[in-house]
């Protein structure tokens, strides 16, 4: 079992930053990848970006491409998701997931085994 625990979500004004951080305990994957998805009630996760473990190959969402980094840390076994630039539509909660997606599969929830309990990020006006 791999478990994730989000933390750095809050109340950011718009134009703000935040960075969510997403650290990994538990059995080790390889070749593996992780994820960040968001999700507000009654709708469907949206994925946000994605870093492959070997090699670091970075997938983002056209939607926050710019706008957000997102990183590991390998000695902290820690991913984080930087975002600039915040507007009051990303107001949702974020989850970080974990896994062995495909290249299929990388930027969609089914791709992941392992979740977090997610943070929310509120963006005033």
């Known amino acids: 079992q791999v478990q994730l625990v989000e933390s750095g979500g809050g109340l950011v004004q718009a134009g703000g930053s935040l960075r969510l951080s997403c650290a990994a305990s538990?059995?080790?994957?390889?070749?593996?990848?992780t994820g960040w998805f968001r999700q507000s009630l009654g709708k469907e996760r949206e994925f946000v970006a994605a870093?492959?473990?070997?090699?670091?190959?970075?997938y983002y969402a056209d939607s926050v491409k710019g706008r957000v980094t997102i990183s590991r840390d390998n000695a902290k076994n820690t991913v984080y998701l930087q975002m600039n630039s915040l507007e009051p539509e990303d107001t949702v909660g974020y989850y970080c997931a974990a896994g062995r997606p495909i290249i299929v599969t990388i930027r969609f929830s089914s791709g992941y085994n392992y979740w977090g309990q997610g943070t929310q990020v509120t963006v005033s006006s």
């Open positions: 870093r492959r473990w070997s090699g670091g190959n970075t």
């Open positions: 538990g059995r080790a994957l390889s070749d593996g990848a």
